[in-house]
């Protein structure tokens, strides 16, 4: 079944480093592939996504790039701010089973002053 | 102008009792989740219908019983509680198709005394 593997946490950075998540999955087929990010006390929400081979998804400082040949879509940030102390979940929707995602684990983020 | 709402935020009762949490989208949205997170961040889906229709059950005790009764709606019912029940419980929706983000809502913390 398909399944994805997420960089174990917690991460701790200082404000302005570089951040890198690594995701990678197994699925058949070409899945759909998403960032989640889940602030404390709150439900998840859509970071980013990408849909195909080759695509990045970005938004707030986040990239992702869709990448078909390592089975993977790890999650960058060049510059981490302590707002972005989070929960970060990489999701894959496959073609096949549309109704369901299958989630990482989890990483939780902390960015200190 | 939520957009999609979970009823209480937070439950605690005692072993053995039942209880129901209630959960609406105003997306419009074909189809709805429920998800179990625990004390991990772990995320686990439960159930999840398609227009009222029933499409996804994961292996969860019969004590759990979903009930759509329309497509904007999808409460949980729990029978007998455990302390294992204790968790944070995520309703989420979604347009459907693999392309489709999921939206959840903020969560129904439940503390099983």
């Known amino acids: 079944g398909d399944s994805v593997t997420q960089m174990e946490g917690p991460v701790t950075l200082s404000e302005e480093a570089f951040l890198t998540i690594n995701c990678t999955y197994t699925a058949t087929g070409y899945p759909s592939l998403f960032w989640y990010v889940q602030y404390p006390g709150e439900g998840l929400q859509l970071l980013l996504k990408a849909t195909k081979a080759d695509d990045k998804g970005s938004n707030k400082g986040f990239e992702a790039t869709y990448r078909k040949e390592t089975t993977s879509f790890h999650l960058e940030k060049g510059s981490v701010q302590v707002s972005d102390s989070a929960v970060y979940f990489c999701a894959l929707s496959g073609r096949r089973d549309a109704g369901k995602s299958t989630f990482g684990d989890g990483t939780t983020l902390t960015v200190k002053p | 102008d939520t957009a999609v709402s979970q009823t209480p935020k937070y439950l605690v009762t005692q072993m053995g009792n039942d209880k129901s949490i209630k959960c609406e989208q105003n997306?419009?949205?074909?189809?709805m989740y429920w998800y179990k997170q625990d004390s991990k961040k772990f995320l686990k889906i439960m159930f999840s219908y398609n227009n009222k229709e029933l499409i996804i059950n994961e292996t969860v005790p019969n004590r759990f019983s979903p009930k759509s009764p329309d497509k904007a709606h999808l409460n949980l019912h729990i029978n007998s509680l455990e302390l294992g029940d204790s968790a944070v419980y995520f309703c989420a929706s979604s347009q459907g198709g693999a392309e489709q983000p999921q939206h959840f809502g903020d969560g129904t913390r439940l503390s099983i005394l």
């Open positions: 997306l419009g949205h074909d189809t």
